[in-house]
């Protein structure tokens, strides 16, 4: 079993950073992917970031050159480096954990076998 939990959330203006934080704990496997995802009101969860257990990261085109994911297998931690932020951008964030082979791409969450409760990120205009 493996827990997640995520920090670093909160209340900024448009144009502001914030850094999330997903420590794992449990049965972990750094050589598989983590992730993170974004759930909106009345939106379906969306796919944000993931990193390989390489290092290898992928974003999507919505916050390509804005967002940076990054990991220290050492501290089973993933972040979420989160620059200029847009009222769009407010969601509640998951991270995900993926502990076993699949053939799912990054982006699909059926990648990913844990998820964590999620926190608010809220970006004023």
């Known amino acids: 079993q493996v827990q997640l939990v995520e920090s670093g959330g909160g209340l900024v203006q448009a144009g502001g950073s914030l850094r999330l934080s997903c420590a794992a704990s449990?049965?972990?496997?750094?050589?598989?992917?983590m992730g993170w995802f974004r759930q909106a009101p009345g939106k379906e969860r969306e796919f944000v970031a993931a990193?390989?257990?390489?290092?290898?990261?992928s974003y999507s085109n919505s916050v390509k050159g804005r967002f940076t994911i990054s990991r220290d297998n050492a501290k089973n931690t993933v972040y979420l480096q989160m620059n200029s932020l847009k009222p769009e951008d407010t969601a509640v964030y998951y991270c995900?954990?993926?502990?076993?082979?699949?053939?799912?791409?990054?982006?699909?969450?059926?990648?990913?076998?844990?998820w964590g409760q999620g926190t608010q990120v809220t970006v004023s205009s």
């Open positions: 995900a954990s993926q502990e076993s082979r699949n053939k799912y791409s990054y982006s699909d969450y059926a990648r990913y076998d844990y």
């Open positions: 449990g049965r972990t496997n750094s050589g598989y992917a």
């Open positions: 990193i390989s257990g390489g290092g290898l990261s």
